[in-house]
């Protein structure tokens, strides 16, 4: 989706470091999310944010933080207590709140451990 | 979490057939969603259908909801190679109505032969 930008595609981590995922939107969009997905499996969701300066924690939040300092940016830090964190991670916005809005993804960023 | 279960796991097919995808999910929703991901990117939204809709259309898309058996489908007519994807159902997942998350299955991999 071209009004969401993943950076970096790919990404290493070396055991004990924090990692941060960029998600960088243009749609003007209130609500955005992180999805963590394994191979052969659904989205789990990790994070979410319906407005600037508030988030909620998803299904699988521990392990992993974020910040909404801007409409525009939602980044993710994969720290070092996250002690499985090979996946493919994908950013997400809904133009309003809950879950009856269709979703916009990003391309993704897949990490892996060194 | 409440999930939606998508059936078969797996489909082969040739050009030109038909591909039906099932999802059932456990409790009362208020929309499901259907997705796409090909390989390696992100997810695009296909359909949104309500909990008071029993049949949507999109194209070669078709999209029926059953909420007294709590399932779904998506049929995609005279498929091309390029329908080549995992496809995802997404419910809001609540029993109280009104949710700010979804909540996706495993997914469906098609593939279409040419």
């Known amino acids: 989706d071209g009004g969401i930008t993943q950076s970096p595609k790919y990404l290493f981590r070396k055991e004990g470091q924090n990692v941060t995922l960029s998600c960088e939107q243009n749609?003007?969009?209130?609500?955005m999310y992180w999805y963590r997905q394994d191979p052969g499996q659904g989205l789990r969701l990790i994070y979410y944010?319906?407005?600037?300066?508030d988030f909620q924690k998803g299904d699988i939040a521990e392990g992993y933080s974020v910040s909404r300092e801007k409409k525009e940016s939602f980044p993710l830090t994969v720290t070092s207590a996250q002690k499985n964190p090979t996946a493919f991670y994908l950013c997400a916005t809904s133009w309003g709140r809950g879950a009856n809005q269709p979703q916009h993804f990003g391309d993704g960023t897949r990490l892996s451990i060194l | 979490s409440q999930q939606g279960e998508e059936d078969p796991q797996a489909l082969s097919i040739q050009e030109g057939e038909n591909a039906t995808m099932n999802c059932s999910y456990k409790?009362?929703?208020?929309?499901l969603q259907w997705y796409r991901q090909n390989s390696g990117r992100g997810l695009v939204h296909l359909i949104l259908i309500r909990s008071n809709e029993r049949e949507k259309h999109s194209g070669r898309l078709r999209v029926t909801l059953d909420t007294s058996k709590k399932s779904s489908s998506l049929l995609i007519t005279a498929s091309r190679a390029a329908d080549t994807a995992s496809y995802f159902c997404?419910?809001?997942?609540?029993?109280?109505?009104?949710?700010?998350?979804?909540?996706f299955g495993k997914g469906t991999k098609l593939t279409v032969n040419p």
């Open positions: 409790t009362s929703i208020n929309n």
């Open positions: 944010s319906q407005i600037v300066n």
């Open positions: 749609l003007n969009h209130d609500a």
């Open positions: 997404a419910t809001d997942g609540t029993r109280e109505g009104g949710s700010e998350k979804l909540v």
